[in-house]
């Protein structure tokens, strides 16, 4: 099984010349990878990256964000817009996107817009800390993924990547405990084998290779640590 490592770059980096300068050291180091690598920049960056010359056909690009219309919408991309662009995934799901008051009926037609549109989804779903204190955090998972993935098909499962990412670990450096993860990976498996599962949550370069030894876990998502090339790389090597 070829893994898949994702960098979410959120709202950085401040600059196209700094965009530029580390997607380069992570193209270098793409040509000797095993794994599937997917940047997700701001959307500003995709067109510069998407030209960049001598990609390795296991470095991809995805957006971070999509809406599932064309037309008067202003402050909106479409999914086909990022595909005629020649991206290749969109983020849809992410916890940042929920606390702007995105419902998860507007993630399943976002989901379902985006695989219509040919782009590979990378689904997240996470419970708040309070939550996870409430015993609660199968009950969220599975509420989660019935609104998002309504009406998706079995076969419209092998375009989606799953990330699994506590909102509570995200940016905290409180990562989830392996053995927790564990436990939730069996969990989603219970509903669909067919699930493509990813930890995402303060993933760092001391703990990434822990989370990958997990039985079913096809890969990351990394969001802080995806800035450090440092770091990256060594996720990537």
Request: positive net charge; proline residues 4%; glycine residues 6%.
């Amino acid at each position: 099984m070829k893994l898949t490592i994702i960098a979410n770059w959120k709202c950085n980096p401040s600059t196209l010349k700094e965009a530029k300068k580390l997607f380069s050291l992570i193209k270098e180091r793409a040509k000797n990878s095993s794994k599937e690598i997917i940047i997700c920049p701001p959307f500003i960056y995709l067109l510069p990256l998407i030209s960049c010359k001598n990609k390795p056909k296991n470095l991809k690009l995805g957006a971070q964000n999509c809406f599932f219309k064309e037309g008067p919408f202003t402050g909106e991309i479409s999914p086909l817009m990022l595909r005629n662009l020649g991206v290749d995934y969109v983020i849809l799901g992410h916890s940042e996107r929920r606390k702007l008051a995105e419902k998860d009926e507007m993630i399943n037609e976002k989901v379902k817009a985006a695989l219509k549109s040919k782009l590979k989804v990378i689904l997240c779903i996470g419970e708040t800390d309070e939550e996870r204190k409430l015993g609660k955090t199968f009950e969220i998972l599975k509420f989660q993924l019935e609104k998002d993935l309504f009406e998706i098909s079995e076969n419209q499962l092998k375009n989606i990547l799953l990330a699994y990412e506590p909102v509570w670990a995200i940016g905290t450096k409180n990562p989830c405990q392996v053995e927790d993860l564990k436990k939730v990976v069996i969990f989603l498996k219970s509903i669909n084998k067919k699930f493509k599962i990813l930890y995402g949550g303060s993933v760092n370069k001391e703990n990434f290779s822990q989370y990958l030894k997990v039985k079913d876990i096809s890969g990351l998502l990394v969001g802080g640590a995806s800035l450090n090339h440092n770091e990256f790389l060594a996720m990537i090597s």
